[in-house]
């Protein structure tokens, strides 16, 4: 008996001293791809400090922050339905707007909305807002950014606003203020540039691309004098650059991704749950969760994790700053096989592909409206329009999505001008097609990003202009 015993204490340390032998190996090789997911960062000359990427303080009495929080609540404590407030009604009916297809009782309701005295209060607000030198929410920056100061979407709809009085005060005779108004919008995306989340980045390129709308909608009501159309025109090139976004990925790399890797196990437990991740979805007993946890914080695998997210979000900033490419491109199956590799690192990840688009189809809107305000300028002058885009002396008018030139031809007393977006394809200038009964749009992306002039009155903001 004695023998036997010692026999299986000998066998019991022996798988003892292989399973140390194991995990000492793997915590050992996931810890070398750690180190080299740091180097790899560092050869890329990306910032490594948190500290260098929170914004600075804003002196309260240059800060902005606090009239587009008082205007975003004024709308929010007013419910239009049970699911839908008054701030969001009113961003999707000014969006409407600025298509062709606003029907008359739509237009009715906007205008009476717009007249109501809280909506004239946030207007004031939003005014008072845009007059400020700087923003700055308070964002907790040293708890992962698990909660947003300000939704920017609500800054988004605020905007929106903003560009709808514009075109009211055009049509009521009052050009050169609607103007103002609209070069001053661009502080609404400006509030964002260095706002430290992608989803931010997401509403700061969607304010773009509805100026893009209102620039567009306003040269029709009245057309601005030269020195406005080249100041415009100025301010949208001022707005295409990537260097923000990818700004946005090293902060949330930095500020969020770095800050819950590194929590103590029992704070990295409680933020999973908190900020509805993985430990959330399973909706079982506690004990489901902290048996889960255990295998996502189990030392070696956590630092592969780690690892795997240090180096998505390091090919992340390749695919935004590489040109575009369908989700079968190299760079981008890189990067998604990389997000896809370990739990947190999928959570963590943002949709990069999809950013990419949404970013690229916000240049094009830029580009587009540059042009189309060239070439209007272009025809005031010699009384035609140019036979090609070349003739406006214009560098940076590549279609962003296949990096060559706009499409261009004349149309009518007009012309047409046209990205071939995200399928690459030219579509001939065929715009978006709306949803159809069943809130759906075709599976293939067969249309182009377009701004024709004048405007067919079949054509809306979501159809593609």
């Not at 700055?136 to 009085?165: H, K, Q």
């Not at 040269?219 to 260097?243: M, Q, T």
Request: aromatic letters at 8%; glycine letters at 6%.
């Amino acid at each position: 008996m004695h023998r036997r015993s010692k026999k299986i204490l000998m066998g019991a340390g022996v798988v003892v001293g292989l399973l140390i032998v194991i995990y000492g190996v793997a915590l050992a090789r996931s810890s070398t791809k750690l180190r080299a997911a740091y180097t790899a960062l560092e050869e890329d000359g990306r910032p490594m400090v948190a500290a260098e990427l929170i914004p600075p303080e804003v002196p309260e009495a240059e800060n902005a922050a606090p009239y587009y929080l008082y205007a975003a609540d004024v709308l929010k404590q007013q419910a239009v339905t049970r699911k839908k407030t008054l701030l969001e009604h009113l961003g999707a009916l000014a969006f409407t707007f600025m298509g062709d297809t606003f029907e008359p009782e739509e237009r009715a309701e906007l205008e009476a909305l717009m007249a109501q005295e809280n909506v004239i209060s946030v207007l004031t607000a939003l005014e008072q807002a845009l007059q400020r030198p700087a923003c700055r929410f308070d964002c907790d920056y040293d708890n992962g950014l698990l909660t947003e100061a300000f939704p920017s979407r609500d800054l988004r709809l605020l905007a929106r606003l903003w560009g709808v009085r514009a075109c009211l005060e055009a049509e009521a005779g009052r050009a050169a203020h609607a103007w103002d108004m609209v070069q001053t919008q661009f502080r609404c995306a400006d509030v964002l540039r260095y706002t430290p989340t992608v989803g931010g980045h997401l509403s700061r390129l969607g304010i773009i691309s509805d100026l893009c709308h209102v620039v567009r909608k306003l040269y029709e009501i009245a057309p601005p004098s030269d020195e406005v159309c080249w100041k415009v025109e100025a301010l949208l090139a001022d707005h295409v650059d990537i260097e923000p976004l990818i700004y946005a990925l090293d902060a949330e790399r930095l500020l969020r991704g770095e800050w819950l890797f590194n929590l103590p196990h029992d704070r990295l437990y409680e933020a999973l749950r908190r900020d509805g991740m993985i430990l959330s979805h399973s909706g079982g007993p506690e004990a489901f969760s902290r048996l889960a946890f255990r295998a996502i914080a189990f030392r070696p695998r956590l630092l592969a994790d780690h690892a795997a997210y240090l180096q998505a979000m390091r090919s992340a900033v390749h695919v935004l700053q590489s040109p575009y490419a369908l989700r079968e491109g190299a760079i981008n199956q890189a990067y998604e096989d990389l997000s896809d590799r370990s739990l947190l690192t999928q959570e963590l990840t943002p949709n990069i592909v999809f950013v990419k688009k949404i970013h690229c189809n916000m240049v094009a809107k830029v580009r587009l409206t540059r042009a189309g305000l060239r070439l209007l300028q272009y025809e005031k002058t010699h009384g035609t329009f140019p036979e090609s885009l070349d003739a406006l002396g214009l560098a940076d008018l590549a279609d962003p999505f296949v990096d060559k030139p706009l499409h261009y031809r004349t149309d009518g007393d007009g012309f047409l001008v046209y990205s071939v977006g995200e399928d690459q394809q030219d579509n001939g200038g065929t715009p978006r097609q709306p949803l159809d009964t069943s809130g759906r749009r075709p599976k293939v992306p067969e249309y182009d990003l377009l701004w024709r002039f004048p405007r067919e009155t079949s054509q809306s903001p979501s159809s593609g202009t």
